[in-house]
Protein backbone atom coordinates (compact mmCIF):
# COMPACT_ATOMS: atom_id res chain seq x y z
CA UNK A 1 0.00 0.00 0.00
CA UNK A 2 0.92 3.36 -0.63
CA UNK A 3 -0.54 6.97 -1.66
CA UNK A 4 0.04 9.80 -3.48
CA UNK A 5 3.77 10.33 -4.93
CA UNK A 6 5.04 7.04 -2.46
CA UNK A 7 3.13 5.11 -4.72
CA UNK A 8 5.54 5.88 -7.10
CA UNK A 9 7.92 3.35 -5.01
CA UNK A 10 5.28 1.03 -5.18
CA UNK A 11 5.34 1.25 -8.59
CA UNK A 12 9.19 0.23 -9.16
CA UNK A 13 8.59 -2.27 -6.37
CA UNK A 14 6.22 -4.21 -8.86
CA UNK A 15 8.77 -4.66 -12.15
CA UNK A 16 10.11 -7.52 -9.79
CA UNK A 17 6.64 -9.56 -9.59
CA UNK A 18 5.76 -8.42 -13.01
CA UNK A 19 8.97 -9.62 -14.70
CA UNK A 20 9.11 -12.25 -11.79
CA UNK A 21 5.21 -13.80 -12.64
CA UNK A 22 4.19 -12.94 -8.93
CA UNK A 23 0.40 -11.93 -8.21
CA UNK A 24 0.62 -8.66 -6.15
CA UNK A 25 -1.83 -6.46 -5.56
CA UNK A 26 -1.13 -3.27 -4.92
CA UNK A 27 -3.73 -0.47 -3.31
CA UNK A 28 -2.72 3.66 -3.76
CA UNK A 29 -5.33 6.33 -2.19
CA UNK A 30 -5.32 9.64 -3.74
CA UNK A 31 -6.68 12.75 -3.57
CA UNK A 32 -10.72 13.12 -3.87
CA UNK A 33 -11.50 14.42 -7.54
CA UNK A 34 -11.79 18.22 -6.42
CA UNK A 35 -8.06 18.22 -5.95
CA UNK A 36 -6.72 16.81 -9.61
CA UNK A 37 -5.30 18.95 -12.31
CA UNK A 38 -4.96 21.49 -9.94
CA UNK A 39 -1.44 21.11 -8.48
CA UNK A 40 -2.28 19.60 -5.17
CA UNK A 41 0.47 18.77 -2.71
CA UNK A 42 2.05 15.41 -3.19
CA UNK A 43 -0.29 14.18 -5.73
CA UNK A 44 0.86 12.67 -8.82
CA UNK A 45 -1.29 10.61 -11.35
CA UNK A 46 -1.36 7.46 -10.33
CA UNK A 47 -2.06 5.29 -13.69
CA UNK A 48 0.42 5.74 -15.87
CA UNK A 49 3.08 4.52 -12.95
CA UNK A 50 1.16 1.56 -12.80
CA UNK A 51 0.43 0.67 -16.40
CA UNK A 52 3.82 -0.81 -17.68
CA UNK A 53 3.66 -3.14 -14.21
CA UNK A 54 0.17 -4.61 -13.82
CA UNK A 55 -2.16 -6.06 -15.97
CA UNK A 56 -5.21 -4.47 -14.31
CA UNK A 57 -5.25 -1.39 -12.83
CA UNK A 58 -8.37 0.59 -12.23
CA UNK A 59 -9.84 3.63 -9.83
CA UNK A 60 -12.27 2.50 -7.43
CA UNK A 61 -14.33 5.57 -6.89
CA UNK A 62 -17.29 4.21 -4.97
CA UNK A 63 -17.60 1.59 -1.87
CA UNK A 64 -20.27 -0.02 -3.57
CA UNK A 65 -17.77 -1.25 -6.43
CA UNK A 66 -15.13 -2.67 -3.98
CA UNK A 67 -16.00 -6.30 -3.48
CA UNK A 68 -16.35 -6.75 -7.31
CA UNK A 69 -12.92 -5.18 -8.27
CA UNK A 70 -11.30 -6.78 -5.84
CA UNK A 71 -12.52 -9.50 -6.49
CA UNK A 72 -11.30 -9.22 -9.97
CA UNK A 73 -7.91 -7.70 -9.29
CA UNK A 74 -7.52 -11.26 -7.17
CA UNK A 75 -8.23 -13.26 -10.00
CA UNK A 76 -6.47 -11.37 -12.32
CA UNK A 77 -3.46 -11.55 -10.78
CA UNK A 78 -3.40 -15.15 -9.98
CA UNK A 79 -4.79 -16.30 -13.34
CA UNK A 80 -2.35 -17.01 -15.84
CA UNK A 81 0.42 -15.51 -16.48
CA UNK A 82 -0.02 -14.13 -12.79
CA UNK A 83 1.36 -10.70 -12.55
CA UNK A 84 0.78 -7.72 -10.34
CA UNK A 85 -2.60 -5.77 -10.11
CA UNK A 86 -3.75 -2.50 -8.51
CA UNK A 87 -6.76 -0.66 -7.16
CA UNK A 88 -6.08 2.86 -6.40
CA UNK A 89 -8.35 4.41 -3.70
CA UNK A 90 -10.26 7.89 -3.99
CA UNK A 91 -8.92 9.29 -0.40
CA UNK A 92 -6.02 9.17 1.53
CA UNK A 93 -5.31 7.45 4.98
CA UNK A 94 -8.43 7.02 6.90
CA UNK A 95 -9.78 9.76 4.80
CA UNK A 96 -10.95 6.92 2.01
CA UNK A 97 -14.23 8.45 0.89
CA UNK A 98 -16.94 6.29 1.33
CA UNK A 99 -19.64 6.71 -1.33
CA UNK A 100 -22.52 4.02 -0.97
CA UNK A 101 -22.56 1.27 0.76
CA UNK A 102 -22.46 -2.34 -0.92
CA UNK A 103 -24.82 -5.66 0.35
CA UNK A 104 -21.86 -7.33 -1.62
CA UNK A 105 -20.27 -10.17 0.99
CA UNK A 106 -16.16 -10.00 0.16
CA UNK A 107 -15.70 -13.20 -0.95
CA UNK A 108 -12.89 -14.60 -2.77
CA UNK A 109 -14.16 -17.43 -5.33
CA UNK A 110 -12.26 -20.71 -4.13
CA UNK A 111 -10.50 -21.63 -7.53
CA UNK A 112 -8.94 -18.43 -7.30
CA UNK A 113 -7.12 -19.10 -4.35
CA UNK A 114 -4.00 -21.63 -5.95
CA UNK A 115 -1.01 -20.39 -8.38
CA UNK A 116 -1.69 -21.36 -11.10
CA UNK A 117 -5.38 -20.80 -10.66
CA UNK A 118 -6.17 -23.26 -13.97
CA UNK A 119 -4.27 -25.75 -15.67
CA UNK A 120 -5.50 -26.07 -18.78
CA UNK A 121 -3.59 -29.01 -21.25
CA UNK A 122 -2.83 -28.16 -24.75
CA UNK A 123 -4.92 -29.25 -27.83
CA UNK A 124 -4.06 -32.74 -28.62
CA UNK A 125 -2.74 -31.81 -32.10
CA UNK A 126 -0.23 -29.36 -31.16
CA UNK A 127 1.07 -31.71 -28.58
CA UNK A 128 1.56 -34.40 -31.71
CA UNK A 129 2.83 -31.68 -33.73
CA UNK A 130 5.47 -30.75 -31.17
CA UNK A 131 6.48 -34.70 -29.84
CA UNK A 132 7.31 -35.56 -33.56
CA UNK A 133 9.34 -32.68 -33.34
CA UNK A 134 11.10 -33.30 -30.88
CA UNK A 135 11.61 -37.17 -31.52
CA UNK A 136 12.73 -36.59 -34.64
CA UNK A 137 15.45 -33.89 -33.67
CA UNK A 138 18.92 -35.03 -32.55
CA UNK A 139 20.24 -32.69 -30.68
CA UNK A 140 17.35 -31.17 -27.92
CA UNK A 141 17.95 -28.63 -24.94
CA UNK A 142 15.62 -27.80 -22.56
CA UNK A 143 15.63 -24.26 -21.31
CA UNK A 144 12.82 -24.17 -18.49
CA UNK A 145 11.57 -20.30 -16.95
CA UNK A 146 9.85 -18.95 -14.33
CA UNK A 147 6.77 -20.04 -16.27
CA UNK A 148 7.90 -23.73 -15.35
CA UNK A 149 8.81 -22.99 -11.71
CA UNK A 150 5.21 -21.08 -11.29
CA UNK A 151 3.63 -24.14 -12.89
CA UNK A 152 5.91 -26.36 -9.91
CA UNK A 153 6.68 -28.34 -13.67
CA UNK A 154 10.15 -29.58 -12.33
CA UNK A 155 9.37 -33.42 -12.28
CA UNK A 156 7.80 -32.91 -15.71
CA UNK A 157 10.53 -31.53 -17.21
CA UNK A 158 12.80 -33.93 -15.53
CA UNK A 159 11.14 -36.51 -16.78
CA UNK A 160 10.85 -35.92 -20.28
CA UNK A 161 14.42 -34.57 -20.28
CA UNK A 162 15.51 -38.10 -19.39
CA UNK A 163 13.38 -39.61 -22.59
CA UNK A 164 15.33 -37.57 -24.71
CA UNK A 165 18.13 -37.56 -23.38
CA UNK A 166 18.24 -33.84 -23.55
CA UNK A 167 20.32 -31.38 -21.22
CA UNK A 168 18.33 -28.78 -19.11
CA UNK A 169 19.40 -25.40 -18.52
CA UNK A 170 16.99 -22.58 -16.88
CA UNK A 171 16.53 -19.23 -16.39
CA UNK A 172 17.40 -17.61 -13.51
CA UNK A 173 14.29 -17.70 -11.93
CA UNK A 174 14.30 -21.00 -12.29
CA UNK A 175 17.28 -21.72 -10.88
CA UNK A 176 16.68 -25.34 -9.00
CA UNK A 177 13.53 -26.25 -10.85
CA UNK A 178 15.62 -29.47 -11.05
CA UNK A 179 18.43 -30.59 -8.81
CA UNK A 180 21.57 -28.40 -9.94
CA UNK A 181 23.99 -31.36 -9.28
CA UNK A 182 21.79 -33.34 -12.00
CA UNK A 183 23.68 -35.26 -14.74
CA UNK A 184 21.11 -33.41 -17.10
CA UNK A 185 21.65 -29.81 -15.16
CA UNK A 186 23.73 -27.33 -17.33
CA UNK A 187 22.77 -24.33 -15.36
CA UNK A 188 21.50 -20.90 -16.00
CA UNK A 189 21.37 -19.99 -19.84
CA UNK A 190 22.12 -16.54 -21.00
CA UNK A 191 23.55 -13.08 -19.92
CA UNK A 192 23.86 -14.61 -16.14
CA UNK A 193 25.17 -17.99 -16.54
CA UNK A 194 28.50 -19.94 -16.40
CA UNK A 195 29.86 -20.90 -19.57
CA UNK A 196 28.70 -24.04 -19.94
CA UNK A 197 24.79 -23.48 -20.37
CA UNK A 198 25.39 -20.99 -23.59
CA UNK A 199 27.40 -23.55 -25.37
CA UNK A 200 24.92 -26.33 -24.31
CA UNK A 201 22.30 -25.02 -25.45
CA UNK A 202 24.07 -22.95 -28.80
CA UNK A 203 25.22 -26.81 -29.75
CA UNK A 204 21.37 -27.82 -29.83
CA UNK A 205 19.45 -28.12 -32.88
CA UNK A 206 15.75 -27.81 -31.22
CA UNK A 207 15.51 -25.77 -28.55
CA UNK A 208 11.93 -26.93 -26.27
CA UNK A 209 11.35 -23.74 -24.12
CA UNK A 210 9.14 -24.03 -20.93
CA UNK A 211 6.77 -21.25 -19.37
CA UNK A 212 10.01 -19.31 -20.10
CA UNK A 213 9.77 -15.74 -22.00
CA UNK A 214 13.01 -15.69 -24.19
CA UNK A 215 13.74 -12.00 -23.04
CA UNK A 216 17.46 -10.96 -23.51
CA UNK A 217 18.63 -12.30 -19.83
CA UNK A 218 18.13 -15.85 -20.90
CA UNK A 219 18.87 -15.60 -24.01
CA UNK A 220 22.03 -13.61 -23.84
CA UNK A 221 19.91 -10.68 -26.26
CA UNK A 222 18.64 -13.36 -28.14
CA UNK A 223 21.91 -15.10 -29.67
CA UNK A 224 21.59 -18.13 -27.77
CA UNK A 225 20.18 -19.95 -29.31
CA UNK A 226 20.40 -18.06 -32.83
CA UNK A 227 17.35 -16.75 -34.40
CA UNK A 228 16.43 -19.29 -36.91
CA UNK A 229 16.78 -22.43 -34.66
CA UNK A 230 13.65 -24.69 -34.15
CA UNK A 231 11.76 -24.00 -31.40
CA UNK A 232 8.92 -25.91 -29.37
CA UNK A 233 7.31 -23.35 -26.82
CA UNK A 234 5.53 -24.63 -24.45
CA UNK A 235 3.41 -21.54 -22.24
CA UNK A 236 0.39 -20.80 -20.46
CA UNK A 237 0.74 -17.08 -22.03
CA UNK A 238 -0.26 -16.96 -25.39
CA UNK A 239 1.58 -13.89 -25.68
CA UNK A 240 4.91 -15.67 -25.35
CA UNK A 241 4.39 -17.99 -27.81
CA UNK A 242 6.88 -17.21 -30.82
CA UNK A 243 7.65 -13.37 -29.29
CA UNK A 244 11.46 -13.91 -30.16
CA UNK A 245 11.85 -16.99 -31.84
CA UNK A 246 10.30 -16.96 -35.66
CA UNK A 247 10.54 -20.44 -35.81
CA UNK A 248 8.56 -21.93 -33.37
CA UNK A 249 6.14 -24.34 -33.32
CA UNK A 250 3.84 -23.35 -30.39
CA UNK A 251 1.65 -25.45 -27.52
CA UNK A 252 -0.67 -23.32 -25.31
CA UNK A 253 -1.40 -24.61 -21.88
CA UNK A 254 0.10 -25.19 -18.12
CA UNK A 255 3.54 -26.40 -18.42
CA UNK A 256 3.20 -29.03 -15.96
CA UNK A 257 -0.14 -30.19 -16.79
CA UNK A 258 0.65 -30.14 -20.47
CA UNK A 259 4.29 -31.77 -19.95
CA UNK A 260 2.65 -34.63 -18.47
CA UNK A 261 0.59 -35.52 -21.38
CA UNK A 262 4.11 -35.07 -23.57
CA UNK A 263 5.60 -37.87 -21.44
CA UNK A 264 2.51 -39.95 -22.04
CA UNK A 265 2.97 -39.40 -25.72
CA UNK A 266 6.87 -40.27 -25.82
CA UNK A 267 7.20 -43.11 -23.64
CA UNK A 268 11.06 -44.20 -23.58
CA UNK A 269 11.75 -43.68 -27.00
CA UNK A 270 15.54 -45.18 -28.48
CA UNK A 271 17.82 -42.29 -27.97
CA UNK A 272 20.88 -41.22 -28.81
CA UNK A 273 22.74 -40.19 -25.75
CA UNK A 274 25.64 -38.43 -27.52
CA UNK A 275 24.38 -34.52 -27.01
CA UNK A 276 23.69 -35.23 -23.30
CA UNK A 277 27.02 -36.81 -22.79
CA UNK A 278 29.13 -33.95 -24.40
CA UNK A 279 26.61 -31.77 -22.21
CA UNK A 280 27.84 -33.15 -19.06
CA UNK A 281 31.63 -33.14 -20.00
CA UNK A 282 31.25 -29.13 -20.38
CA UNK A 283 29.73 -29.28 -17.19
CA UNK A 284 32.27 -31.37 -15.53
CA UNK A 285 34.93 -29.90 -17.17
CA UNK A 286 34.18 -26.49 -16.05
CA UNK A 287 33.34 -27.85 -12.34
CA UNK A 288 36.58 -29.11 -12.58
CA UNK A 289 38.08 -25.44 -13.10
CA UNK A 290 36.01 -24.12 -10.51
CA UNK A 291 36.37 -26.79 -7.51
CA UNK A 292 39.86 -24.94 -5.59
CA UNK A 293 38.17 -21.99 -5.16
CA UNK A 294 35.44 -23.90 -3.25
CA UNK A 295 38.05 -24.36 -0.90
CA UNK A 296 40.41 -21.93 -0.87
CA UNK A 297 41.06 -20.64 2.31
CA UNK A 298 42.86 -17.40 0.45
CA UNK A 299 42.41 -13.88 2.39
CA UNK A 300 39.90 -12.52 1.71
CA UNK A 301 38.10 -15.08 1.16
CA UNK A 302 36.52 -15.99 -2.54
CA UNK A 303 33.32 -15.57 -3.19
CA UNK A 304 33.12 -18.98 -4.45
CA UNK A 305 33.75 -20.73 -1.14
CA UNK A 306 31.48 -18.03 0.02
CA UNK A 307 28.74 -20.03 -2.28
CA UNK A 308 29.64 -23.29 -1.64
CA UNK A 309 29.32 -22.53 2.23
CA UNK A 310 25.85 -21.38 1.41
CA UNK A 311 25.24 -24.90 -0.22
CA UNK A 312 26.13 -26.87 2.57
CA UNK A 313 24.31 -24.24 5.14
CA UNK A 314 21.47 -23.81 3.52
CA UNK A 315 18.61 -26.35 4.95
CA UNK A 316 16.93 -28.88 2.78
CA UNK A 317 13.53 -26.24 2.78
CA UNK A 318 15.65 -23.07 3.22
CA UNK A 319 14.73 -20.13 1.01
CA UNK A 320 17.21 -17.93 -0.99
CA UNK A 321 16.46 -14.44 -2.03
CA UNK A 322 19.17 -13.42 -4.20
CA UNK A 323 19.75 -9.66 -5.84
CA UNK A 324 20.17 -8.73 -8.64
CA UNK A 325 23.77 -7.94 -10.19
CA UNK A 326 26.94 -10.23 -9.29
CA UNK A 327 24.20 -11.50 -6.30
CA UNK A 328 22.18 -13.19 -9.39
CA UNK A 329 25.00 -14.53 -11.00
CA UNK A 330 27.15 -15.70 -8.05
CA UNK A 331 23.71 -17.64 -6.48
CA UNK A 332 22.72 -18.77 -10.13
CA UNK A 333 26.14 -20.34 -11.22
CA UNK A 334 28.10 -21.32 -7.72
CA UNK A 335 25.23 -22.11 -5.25
CA UNK A 336 23.94 -25.77 -5.75
CA UNK A 337 20.03 -26.41 -4.66
CA UNK A 338 18.00 -29.66 -4.27
CA UNK A 339 14.76 -29.21 -6.32
CA UNK A 340 12.98 -30.97 -3.24
CA UNK A 341 11.97 -28.05 -0.74
CA UNK A 342 14.67 -25.63 -1.22
CA UNK A 343 12.86 -22.52 -2.90
CA UNK A 344 15.30 -19.37 -5.07
CA UNK A 345 13.81 -16.28 -5.58
CA UNK A 346 15.69 -13.72 -6.90
CA UNK A 347 15.24 -10.17 -7.81
CA UNK A 348 14.41 -9.30 -11.23
CA UNK A 349 16.23 -6.14 -11.64
CA UNK A 350 15.51 -3.90 -9.20
CA UNK A 351 19.06 -3.84 -6.87
CA UNK A 352 18.46 -4.06 -3.77
CA UNK A 353 15.15 -5.79 -3.82
CA UNK A 354 16.39 -8.97 -2.10
CA UNK A 355 16.63 -7.70 1.26
CA UNK A 356 13.22 -6.53 1.47
CA UNK A 357 11.73 -9.23 -0.19
CA UNK A 358 13.70 -12.05 2.22
CA UNK A 359 11.09 -10.17 5.12
CA UNK A 360 8.23 -11.06 2.52
CA UNK A 361 9.41 -14.66 2.13
CA UNK A 362 9.80 -15.10 5.77
CA UNK A 363 6.45 -13.60 6.14
CA UNK A 364 4.97 -16.03 4.30
CA UNK A 365 7.29 -19.43 5.45
CA UNK A 366 7.36 -18.83 9.04
CA UNK A 367 8.82 -22.24 9.39
CA UNK A 368 11.57 -22.52 7.24
CA UNK A 369 15.08 -20.83 7.20
CA UNK A 370 15.33 -17.80 4.86
CA UNK A 371 18.83 -16.30 3.36
CA UNK A 372 19.47 -13.56 1.63
CA UNK A 373 22.50 -12.71 -0.44
CA UNK A 374 22.97 -9.65 -1.00
CA UNK A 375 26.34 -7.33 -2.26
CA UNK A 376 26.49 -4.30 -0.34
CA UNK A 377 25.72 -1.85 -2.38
CA UNK A 378 21.88 -3.76 -3.24
CA UNK A 379 22.18 -3.82 0.48
CA UNK A 380 22.31 0.04 1.01
CA UNK A 381 18.85 0.55 -0.93
CA UNK A 382 16.86 -0.62 1.90
CA UNK A 383 18.70 -0.68 4.98
CA UNK A 384 16.02 0.80 7.22
CA UNK A 385 14.00 -2.49 6.70
CA UNK A 386 16.99 -3.62 9.52
CA UNK A 387 14.23 -1.87 11.99
CA UNK A 388 11.67 -3.86 10.36
CA UNK A 389 13.43 -7.34 10.87
CA UNK A 390 14.04 -6.17 14.49
CA UNK A 391 10.44 -5.28 15.11
CA UNK A 392 8.79 -8.03 13.82
CA UNK A 393 11.22 -10.70 14.61
CA UNK A 394 12.06 -12.48 11.17
CA UNK A 395 14.54 -14.42 11.97
CA UNK A 396 15.71 -13.92 8.31
CA UNK A 397 19.99 -14.68 7.52
CA UNK A 398 21.26 -11.72 5.70
CA UNK A 399 24.45 -12.51 3.72
CA UNK A 400 26.24 -9.55 2.74
CA UNK A 401 28.87 -9.93 0.33
CA UNK A 402 31.03 -7.05 1.22
CA UNK A 403 33.40 -5.75 -1.36
CA UNK A 404 33.12 -2.30 -0.87
CA UNK A 405 31.62 -1.57 -4.09
CA UNK A 406 29.43 -2.01 -7.13
CA UNK A 407 31.58 -4.91 -8.02
CA UNK A 408 29.40 -6.14 -11.14
CA UNK A 409 29.86 -2.77 -12.74
CA UNK A 410 33.61 -2.06 -12.44
CA UNK A 411 33.98 -3.84 -15.97
CA UNK A 412 31.83 -1.51 -17.30
CA UNK A 413 33.10 1.45 -15.94
CA UNK A 414 36.71 0.25 -16.74
CA UNK A 415 35.64 0.16 -20.37
CA UNK A 416 34.13 3.77 -20.16
CA UNK A 417 36.98 5.17 -18.46
CA UNK A 418 39.23 3.44 -21.19
CA UNK A 419 43.18 4.73 -19.81
CA UNK A 420 41.76 7.61 -17.10
CA UNK A 421 43.51 5.69 -14.42
CA UNK A 422 41.36 5.42 -11.33
CA UNK A 423 38.38 7.27 -12.86
CA UNK A 424 35.52 4.82 -13.55
CA UNK A 425 36.55 3.17 -10.03
CA UNK A 426 35.59 6.56 -8.50
CA UNK A 427 32.02 5.78 -9.39
CA UNK A 428 31.55 2.33 -8.35
CA UNK A 429 33.95 2.05 -4.89
CA UNK A 430 32.37 3.06 -1.76
CA UNK A 431 32.85 2.17 1.90
CA UNK A 432 34.69 0.32 3.55
CA UNK A 433 31.54 -0.12 6.10
CA UNK A 434 31.15 -2.33 8.52
CA UNK A 435 27.99 -4.19 8.29
CA UNK A 436 27.35 -5.55 11.82
CA UNK A 437 28.21 -1.98 13.38
CA UNK A 438 25.05 -0.70 11.37
CA UNK A 439 22.90 -3.78 12.46
CA UNK A 440 23.59 -3.67 15.99
CA UNK A 441 22.32 0.02 15.85
CA UNK A 442 19.08 -1.17 14.88
CA UNK A 443 19.28 -3.97 17.97
CA UNK A 444 20.11 -6.59 15.26
CA UNK A 445 22.95 -8.89 15.73
CA UNK A 446 25.70 -8.92 13.13
CA UNK A 447 28.60 -11.48 12.42
CA UNK A 448 31.86 -10.20 10.89
CA UNK A 449 33.72 -12.50 8.58
CA UNK A 450 37.21 -12.01 7.85
CA UNK A 451 38.71 -15.11 6.81
CA UNK A 452 37.40 -18.43 4.59
CA UNK A 453 37.02 -20.84 7.90
CA UNK A 454 34.73 -18.28 9.39
CA UNK A 455 32.18 -18.42 7.23
CA UNK A 456 30.94 -21.70 7.61
CA UNK A 457 30.54 -21.07 11.52
CA UNK A 458 28.86 -17.95 10.56
CA UNK A 459 26.25 -19.46 8.81
CA UNK A 460 25.28 -22.39 11.20
CA UNK A 461 25.00 -19.31 13.78
CA UNK A 462 22.81 -17.38 11.84
CA UNK A 463 20.88 -20.08 10.43
CA UNK A 464 20.22 -21.40 14.00
CA UNK A 465 19.29 -18.05 15.85
CA UNK A 466 15.34 -17.00 16.29
CA UNK A 467 16.40 -13.62 15.64
CA UNK A 468 17.56 -11.40 11.90
CA UNK A 469 21.20 -12.07 11.77
CA UNK A 470 23.35 -9.88 9.39
CA UNK A 471 26.57 -12.11 8.08
CA UNK A 472 28.54 -9.69 6.80
CA UNK A 473 31.81 -11.14 4.56
CA UNK A 474 34.13 -8.81 3.41
CA UNK A 475 35.66 -9.40 0.00
CA UNK A 476 37.44 -8.69 -2.54
CA UNK A 477 36.13 -6.30 -5.60
CA UNK A 478 38.37 -7.21 -8.17
CA UNK A 479 37.94 -10.88 -8.66
CA UNK A 480 35.22 -10.96 -11.45
CA UNK A 481 31.87 -13.36 -11.21
CA UNK A 482 31.91 -16.52 -13.96
CA UNK A 483 31.15 -14.98 -17.51
CA UNK A 484 28.73 -16.17 -20.15
CA UNK A 485 30.26 -18.17 -23.18
CA UNK A 486 29.11 -16.03 -26.14
CA UNK A 487 28.99 -17.56 -29.88
CA UNK A 488 31.21 -15.73 -32.08
CA UNK A 489 29.64 -13.05 -33.79
CA UNK A 490 28.63 -13.85 -37.56
C1 LIG B 1 17.60 0.16 -8.47
C2 LIG B 1 18.81 -0.21 -9.25
N1 LIG B 1 19.91 0.56 -9.20
C3 LIG B 1 21.01 0.23 -9.92
C4 LIG B 1 21.04 -0.89 -10.71
C5 LIG B 1 22.25 -1.22 -11.56
N2 LIG B 1 23.10 -2.22 -10.91
C6 LIG B 1 22.89 -3.53 -11.09
S1 LIG B 1 23.99 -4.50 -10.30
C7 LIG B 1 24.76 -3.15 -9.64
C8 LIG B 1 25.94 -3.32 -8.73
C9 LIG B 1 25.69 -4.26 -7.60
O1 LIG B 1 26.58 -4.03 -6.55
P1 LIG B 1 26.50 -4.86 -5.21
O2 LIG B 1 25.11 -5.03 -4.76
O3 LIG B 1 27.47 -4.27 -4.24
O4 LIG B 1 27.00 -6.32 -5.64
P2 LIG B 1 28.37 -6.75 -6.34
O5 LIG B 1 28.18 -6.62 -7.82
O6 LIG B 1 29.47 -5.85 -5.81
O7 LIG B 1 28.55 -8.18 -5.90
C10 LIG B 1 24.16 -1.96 -10.08
C11 LIG B 1 24.58 -0.60 -9.70
C12 LIG B 1 19.86 -1.68 -10.73
N3 LIG B 1 19.78 -2.81 -11.43
N4 LIG B 1 18.78 -1.33 -9.99
Not at 287 to 295: F, H, I, K
Not at 370 to 390: I, M, P, Q
Not at 421 to 435: A, N, Q
Amino acid sequence: MAQSVGAANLASGLQDPYLGRSPVIALTGRKEPSFQHRNAYQEIAHAPLFAAVTKFSTPVDSTSELPRLLRHAWRLALADTPRPTHLDFCGLQGDVIELGETSEPPIIDPEARRVPAHRPIADPADIERAVAALTTARRVAIVAGDGAAASEAGPEVLALAEALAAPVATTLGARGLIPTTHRLSVGVAGSYSAPPANRIVNGADLVLFVGCDTGDQVTLNWRVPARGTPVVQIDADPAEIGRSYPNTTGVLGDPKATLARFNQGIGRPARDSGFAEEAARIVADWRATMAPLLDSNAAPPPVERLCAEVTRALPPDGVLVADTGYSGIWTGTMIELNAAGQTYLRAAGSLGWSFPASLGAQCAAPNRKVLCFTGDGGFYYHLAELETAHRCGLAVTVVVNNNSGFGQNLTGVRRVAGNRPGRGEELVRFGPTDFTAVARSFGVRGIRVERAEAIAPALREALQAEEPVVVDVVTDIEPRAPEPWAPPRP
